[in-house]
């Protein structure tokens, strides 16, 4: 297991291993104060228990705990898996109608050696940067951006990658004012119409159409821990039992994990996370990524635009008919 030093952001059933882990990092800062302590043996007896007990946590995760994780603020976003796996990287700002939306963010790059478009949605990592990028929750303008960056794979032939994390498109007055739906429906389209490969990876929240409308792709991944539904566990839970405390039996009804939308041909492929969580060794969740990505692209070489759009309308007419019995 990989120790993280000076962790914070401990999810609420983690809590007791966030004091095991604590304790160990006290006793190592007190023998960094005082050389003569020697508290290697009794640290690395904390590690193995705290290894012990986030293995048990992590072993049988309930829909609602994995939400927790798919939200947790240290996972890697769409920024990080940029700077990371891609080279080349140039930014495309705006829609060329109102304004650039910072919750979207995208571009021409490569991927190793393929050249590619790049896009998704980006929740920043501290308060100004959270609230510049509207904590990932795309407006009109976001989605029109998006459009763009569509057509312009489509015209010089780059497939396409979409990272998506995100808890819903902007619900707020202003951007239905400027169409928000009409936005998102485009979106959507679009993705289904561009003739060249497309592929999307669920990196932490997909949610509802704000997240189809970027996910609409020929092959669907998502990261073990990753979560994609129509509506957020708190928002069906307000609708159905008027209740959002009842999230827990919301997160089980919907159906949201990566393993269920497995079953259910919703997704392609699962992406395993390190144990504990993309959050606890981001360079390795990144990697992981970065292969499937490869995988996936390279599964449609030879294709034709013809081949790639049919086999994309097809996959989305049969979504759901597998594993409806499980």
């Not at 396409?160 to 498109?169: F, N, P, S």
């Not at 669907?220 to 821990?225: G, R, Y």
Request: proline share 4%; aromatic share 4%; charged share 30%.
């Amino acid at each position: 297991m990989e120790r993280v030093p000076g962790m914070t952001n401990y999810l609420d059933f983690e809590k007791p291993l966030a004091e095991i882990e604590g304790k160990a990092e006290e006793l190592r800062a007190m023998a960094r104060q005082n050389e003569d302590m020697d508290v290697e043996e009794e640290a690395k007896a904390l590690d193995k228990k705290a290894g012990d007990m986030l293995r048990d946590l992590y072993k049988g995760l309930t829909p609602w705990r994995k939400c927790q994780v798919a939200r947790h603020p240290d996972r890697p976003h769409c920024k990080d898996y940029i700077e990371a796996l891609f080279t080349d990287f140039t930014p495309l700002a705006g829609d060329r109608n109102f304004a650039d939306d910072l919750a979207v963010m995208g571009g021409l790059a490569r991927l190793g050696d393929r050249p590619v478009v790049v896009l998704g949605q980006e929740k920043g990592h501290d308060t100004k940067s959270r609230i510049e990028r509207n904590f990932g929750m795309a407006r009109p303008e976001g989605y029109r951006k998006a459009i763009r960056l569509m057509d312009l794979a489509d015209r010089f032939n780059l497939p396409l990658i979409t990272l998506v994390d995100t808890t819903g498109a902007y619900p707020g007055k202003g951007a239905e004012e400027r169409g928000q739906s009409e936005a998102i429906a485009r979106s959507t389209e679009k993705c289904l119409a561009i003739g060249v490969p497309s592929v999307t990876v669920i990196i932490g929240e997909g949610g509802s159409g704000g997240a189809v409308a970027f996910a609409t792709a020929n092959r669907v991944a998502m990261l073990e821990h990753a979560v994609y539904s129509v509506i957020s566990p708190e928002g069906c839970a307000s609708i159905l039992w008027k209740d959002s405390e009842k999230m827990r039996e919301a997160a089980e009804a919907l159906r949201l994990t990566a393993q269920d939308l497995s079953k259910l041909a919703v997704c392609d492929r699962v992406i395993p996370e390190p144990l504990g969580g993309a959050h606890r060794d981001r360079t390795a969740t990144i990697a992981a990524v970065g292969t499937a990505l490869e995988e996936m692209l390279a599964e449609m070489d030879g294709k034709s635009r013809k081949e790639l759009v049919s086999a994309r309308r097809k996959k989305f007419l049969d979504m759901g008919s597998k594993g409806l019995a499980a």
